[in-house]
Nanobody, 124 residues
Framework: VQLQASGGGLVQTGDSLRLSCATSGRTFSSSARGWFRQAPGKEREFVAHIAWSGDSTYYADSVKGRFTISRDNAKNTVYLQMNSLKPEDTAVYYC??????????????????WGQGTLVTVSS
């Protein structure tokens, strides 16, 4: 399975970006997905999670109300719409697949496959 994250870039405070994560190979279309991020010099942190059906979503407090995770199972793609971006959102964003449902969705070790990451830089 391969996860290809895209959509990152350099934006200004208050701008929006939409990240995409396309899955190829074995697509695990019935698996939950997550987005994590890692800022320079910091540990990886949870951003958002979506159940396989798309009915349940979870967010880190730091992005709640600004970011929206969604998925299109027909396209084997998960999205992260990021609005009202702040400099502290600057990080490499990673998408991931978990085969364990939405249990422990905030923990990176619960995810089985990871994409290569896409860089988001928000200037002040």
């Amino acid at each position: 399975v391969q996860l290809q994250a895209s959509g990152g870039g350099l934006v200004q405070t208050g701008d929006s970006l939409r990240l995409s994560c396309a899955t190829s190979g074995r697509t695990f279309s019935s698996s939950a997905r997550g987005w994590f991020r890692q800022a320079p010099g910091k540990e990886r942190e949870f951003v958002a999670h979506i159940a396989w059906s798309g009915d349940s979503t979870y967010y880190a407090d730091s992005v709640k109300g600004r970011f929206t995770i969604s998925r299109d199972n027909a396209k084997n793609t998960v999205y992260l719409q990021m609005n009202s971006l702040k400099p502290e959102d600057t990080a490499v964003y990673y998408c991931a697949i978990t085969l364990r449902g939405s249990i422990r969705y905030m923990r990176g070790e619960a995810y089985d496959y990871w994409g290569q990451g896409t860089l988001v830089t928000v200037s002040s």
